[in-house]
Antibody
Protein backbone atom coordinates (compact mmCIF):
# COMPACT_ATOMS: atom_id res chain seq x y z
CA UNK A 1 0.00 0.00 0.00
CA UNK A 2 1.36 3.42 -0.97
CA UNK A 3 1.77 5.71 2.02
CA UNK A 4 3.06 9.25 2.31
CA UNK A 5 3.43 10.84 5.73
CA UNK A 6 4.48 14.46 6.22
CA UNK A 7 6.02 15.86 9.37
CA UNK A 8 7.78 18.96 10.62
CA UNK A 9 5.09 21.63 10.45
CA UNK A 10 4.15 24.16 13.09
CA UNK A 11 4.46 27.84 13.92
CA UNK A 12 7.38 29.89 12.63
CA UNK A 13 8.10 33.60 12.70
CA UNK A 14 8.26 35.68 9.53
CA UNK A 15 11.73 35.47 8.05
CA UNK A 16 12.34 32.12 9.67
CA UNK A 17 13.05 28.70 8.20
CA UNK A 18 11.44 25.30 8.43
CA UNK A 19 12.08 21.87 6.94
CA UNK A 20 9.26 19.51 6.14
CA UNK A 21 9.75 15.79 5.69
CA UNK A 22 7.71 13.18 3.86
CA UNK A 23 8.19 9.49 4.57
CA UNK A 24 7.27 7.29 1.61
CA UNK A 25 6.49 3.59 1.61
CA UNK A 26 4.77 0.94 -0.44
CA UNK A 27 6.46 1.69 -3.76
CA UNK A 28 9.90 1.89 -5.34
CA UNK A 29 10.76 5.43 -4.29
CA UNK A 30 13.57 5.99 -6.76
CA UNK A 31 11.27 5.27 -9.72
CA UNK A 32 9.04 8.26 -9.05
CA UNK A 33 9.12 12.01 -9.35
CA UNK A 34 7.98 13.46 -6.01
CA UNK A 35 6.09 16.71 -5.50
CA UNK A 36 5.28 19.31 -2.87
CA UNK A 37 1.93 21.08 -3.03
CA UNK A 38 0.42 23.52 -0.54
CA UNK A 39 -3.10 24.68 0.12
CA UNK A 40 -4.06 27.77 2.12
CA UNK A 41 -7.22 27.27 4.13
CA UNK A 42 -10.29 27.44 1.89
CA UNK A 43 -8.26 27.91 -1.29
CA UNK A 44 -7.08 25.82 -4.20
CA UNK A 45 -3.89 23.76 -4.08
CA UNK A 46 -0.68 25.38 -5.33
CA UNK A 47 2.07 23.34 -6.96
CA UNK A 48 5.43 24.18 -5.39
CA UNK A 49 7.75 21.94 -7.34
CA UNK A 50 9.17 18.48 -7.75
CA UNK A 51 12.28 16.36 -7.80
CA UNK A 52 12.76 13.89 -10.60
CA UNK A 53 13.42 10.18 -10.31
CA UNK A 54 16.67 8.23 -10.58
CA UNK A 55 16.36 7.83 -14.34
CA UNK A 56 16.21 11.59 -14.69
CA UNK A 57 19.00 12.47 -12.34
CA UNK A 58 16.98 13.72 -9.34
CA UNK A 59 16.88 17.24 -10.77
CA UNK A 60 14.34 19.77 -9.55
CA UNK A 61 11.78 22.25 -10.85
CA UNK A 62 10.09 24.99 -8.85
CA UNK A 63 7.12 27.28 -9.04
CA UNK A 64 8.50 30.80 -9.62
CA UNK A 65 6.43 31.88 -6.62
CA UNK A 66 8.84 30.03 -4.30
CA UNK A 67 11.98 29.59 -6.39
CA UNK A 68 15.06 30.73 -4.52
CA UNK A 69 13.39 30.38 -1.11
CA UNK A 70 12.28 26.73 -1.16
CA UNK A 71 14.47 23.69 -1.89
CA UNK A 72 13.27 20.15 -2.56
CA UNK A 73 15.56 17.23 -1.86
CA UNK A 74 15.32 13.50 -1.28
CA UNK A 75 17.15 10.78 0.62
CA UNK A 76 16.70 7.68 -1.46
CA UNK A 77 18.33 5.43 1.15
CA UNK A 78 15.60 6.36 3.64
CA UNK A 79 12.72 6.90 1.17
CA UNK A 80 12.40 10.46 2.42
CA UNK A 81 11.39 13.66 0.64
CA UNK A 82 12.19 17.08 2.05
CA UNK A 83 11.11 20.67 1.61
CA UNK A 84 13.44 23.31 3.02
CA UNK A 85 11.66 26.63 3.35
CA UNK A 86 13.60 29.84 4.02
CA UNK A 87 12.66 33.48 4.48
CA UNK A 88 9.11 32.50 5.29
CA UNK A 89 6.29 34.98 4.88
CA UNK A 90 2.74 35.18 6.23
CA UNK A 91 1.44 34.16 2.79
CA UNK A 92 3.31 30.84 3.10
CA UNK A 93 0.77 29.81 5.77
CA UNK A 94 -0.92 26.69 4.42
CA UNK A 95 -1.27 22.94 4.66
CA UNK A 96 1.66 21.33 2.86
CA UNK A 97 1.32 18.02 1.05
CA UNK A 98 3.78 15.69 -0.55
CA UNK A 99 2.48 13.76 -3.52
CA UNK A 100 3.69 11.12 -5.89
CA UNK A 101 4.13 11.62 -9.63
CA UNK A 102 0.74 11.98 -11.30
CA UNK A 103 -0.67 13.25 -7.99
CA UNK A 104 -2.14 9.78 -7.59
CA UNK A 105 -1.24 9.59 -3.91
CA UNK A 106 -1.06 12.45 -1.41
CA UNK A 107 0.04 12.60 2.18
CA UNK A 108 -2.35 13.72 4.89
CA UNK A 109 -0.73 17.14 4.98
CA UNK A 110 1.06 19.19 7.60
CA UNK A 111 0.11 22.68 8.71
CA UNK A 112 2.62 25.53 8.55
CA UNK A 113 1.73 28.84 10.16
CA UNK A 114 3.95 31.87 9.64
CA UNK A 115 3.14 34.47 12.26
CA UNK A 116 4.76 36.59 14.92
CA UNK B 1 0.93 30.43 -15.87
CA UNK B 2 -2.03 28.46 -17.22
CA UNK B 3 -5.20 29.71 -15.55
CA UNK B 4 -7.83 27.06 -14.84
CA UNK B 5 -11.38 28.38 -14.59
CA UNK B 6 -14.00 26.14 -13.02
CA UNK B 7 -17.73 26.61 -13.14
CA UNK B 8 -19.94 26.64 -11.23
CA UNK B 9 -18.41 27.65 -7.90
CA UNK B 10 -20.99 25.54 -6.09
CA UNK B 11 -23.58 22.98 -7.01
CA UNK B 12 -26.55 21.54 -5.14
CA UNK B 13 -27.68 18.07 -6.05
CA UNK B 14 -30.17 15.50 -4.85
CA UNK B 15 -28.94 12.04 -4.03
CA UNK B 16 -29.19 9.93 -7.14
CA UNK B 17 -28.98 12.94 -9.42
CA UNK B 18 -26.42 13.89 -12.05
CA UNK B 19 -24.12 16.91 -12.20
CA UNK B 20 -21.53 18.37 -14.54
CA UNK B 21 -18.56 20.56 -13.68
CA UNK B 22 -16.76 22.60 -16.31
CA UNK B 23 -13.07 23.45 -16.41
CA UNK B 24 -11.56 25.78 -18.96
CA UNK B 25 -7.84 26.46 -19.38
CA UNK B 26 -6.29 29.70 -20.62
CA UNK B 27 -4.05 27.74 -23.01
CA UNK B 28 -4.29 24.43 -24.78
CA UNK B 29 -3.38 21.53 -22.51
CA UNK B 30 -2.11 19.36 -25.35
CA UNK B 31 1.50 18.52 -24.54
CA UNK B 32 4.24 18.26 -27.18
CA UNK B 33 4.05 14.49 -26.72
CA UNK B 34 0.38 14.48 -27.75
CA UNK B 35 -1.03 13.77 -24.29
CA UNK B 36 -3.42 16.12 -22.50
CA UNK B 37 -2.60 16.31 -18.81
CA UNK B 38 -5.91 17.34 -17.30
CA UNK B 39 -6.94 15.72 -14.04
CA UNK B 40 -9.85 15.91 -11.63
CA UNK B 41 -9.63 15.63 -7.85
CA UNK B 42 -12.12 15.42 -5.00
CA UNK B 43 -11.30 16.85 -1.61
CA UNK B 44 -13.64 15.65 1.10
CA UNK B 45 -13.89 17.72 4.29
CA UNK B 46 -10.75 17.42 6.38
CA UNK B 47 -8.98 15.20 3.84
CA UNK B 48 -6.30 15.47 1.19
CA UNK B 49 -7.35 15.78 -2.43
CA UNK B 50 -7.79 12.41 -4.11
CA UNK B 51 -7.27 11.70 -7.79
CA UNK B 52 -10.40 10.76 -9.71
CA UNK B 53 -9.57 11.22 -13.39
CA UNK B 54 -6.27 11.67 -15.22
CA UNK B 55 -5.44 12.54 -18.83
CA UNK B 56 -8.95 13.89 -19.37
CA UNK B 57 -10.95 10.68 -19.23
CA UNK B 58 -9.04 7.90 -17.45
CA UNK B 59 -10.45 6.82 -14.11
CA UNK B 60 -7.88 6.23 -11.39
CA UNK B 61 -7.77 2.84 -9.73
CA UNK B 62 -10.85 2.13 -7.65
CA UNK B 63 -12.85 5.10 -8.91
CA UNK B 64 -16.48 4.37 -9.72
CA UNK B 65 -17.68 4.48 -13.31
CA UNK B 66 -20.23 7.03 -12.10
CA UNK B 67 -17.40 9.52 -12.65
CA UNK B 68 -16.53 10.38 -16.23
CA UNK B 69 -14.27 12.99 -17.78
CA UNK B 70 -14.34 14.43 -21.27
CA UNK B 71 -13.06 17.34 -23.31
CA UNK B 72 -10.10 18.48 -25.34
CA UNK B 73 -7.82 21.42 -25.89
CA UNK B 74 -9.05 24.01 -23.41
CA UNK B 75 -12.53 22.78 -22.43
CA UNK B 76 -13.15 19.89 -20.09
CA UNK B 77 -16.06 18.41 -18.16
CA UNK B 78 -16.47 16.10 -15.21
CA UNK B 79 -19.80 14.30 -14.95
CA UNK B 80 -21.04 12.52 -11.85
CA UNK B 81 -24.07 10.30 -12.16
CA UNK B 82 -26.22 8.74 -9.45
CA UNK B 83 -24.69 11.04 -6.82
CA UNK B 84 -24.01 9.39 -3.46
CA UNK B 85 -23.35 10.99 -0.04
CA UNK B 86 -19.65 10.08 -0.30
CA UNK B 87 -19.34 12.24 -3.45
CA UNK B 88 -19.82 15.48 -1.53
CA UNK B 89 -16.89 17.86 -1.20
CA UNK B 90 -14.83 20.19 -3.38
CA UNK B 91 -13.83 19.16 -6.89
CA UNK B 92 -10.71 20.58 -8.50
CA UNK B 93 -9.41 20.33 -12.01
CA UNK B 94 -5.66 20.53 -12.50
CA UNK B 95 -3.26 20.70 -15.42
CA UNK B 96 0.11 19.00 -15.65
CA UNK B 97 1.01 20.03 -19.18
CA UNK B 98 2.95 23.18 -18.35
CA UNK B 99 5.07 24.32 -15.42
CA UNK B 100 3.97 25.45 -12.99
CA UNK B 101 1.17 22.91 -12.77
CA UNK B 102 -2.00 24.76 -11.79
CA UNK B 103 -5.40 24.00 -10.30
CA UNK B 104 -8.86 25.46 -10.65
CA UNK B 105 -10.46 27.29 -7.73
CA UNK B 106 -12.79 24.41 -7.02
CA UNK B 107 -16.47 23.50 -7.23
CA UNK B 108 -18.27 22.64 -4.02
CA UNK B 109 -20.82 19.87 -4.36
CA UNK B 110 -23.53 19.97 -1.71
CA UNK B 111 -26.79 18.21 -1.05
CA UNK B 112 -29.98 19.93 -2.05
Amino acid sequence: EVKLLESGGGLVQPGGSMRLSCAASGFTFTDFYMYWIRQPAGKAPEWLGFIRNKANGYTTEYNPSVKGRFTISRDNTQNMLYLQMNTLRAEDTATYYCARMGFDYWGQGVMVTVSS
Amino acid sequence: DVVMTQTPVSLSVSLGGQVSISCRSSQSLVHNNGNTYLSWYLQKPGQSPQLLIYKVSNRFSGISDRFSGSGSGTDFTLKISRVEPDDLGVYYCGQGTQYPNTFGAGTKLELK
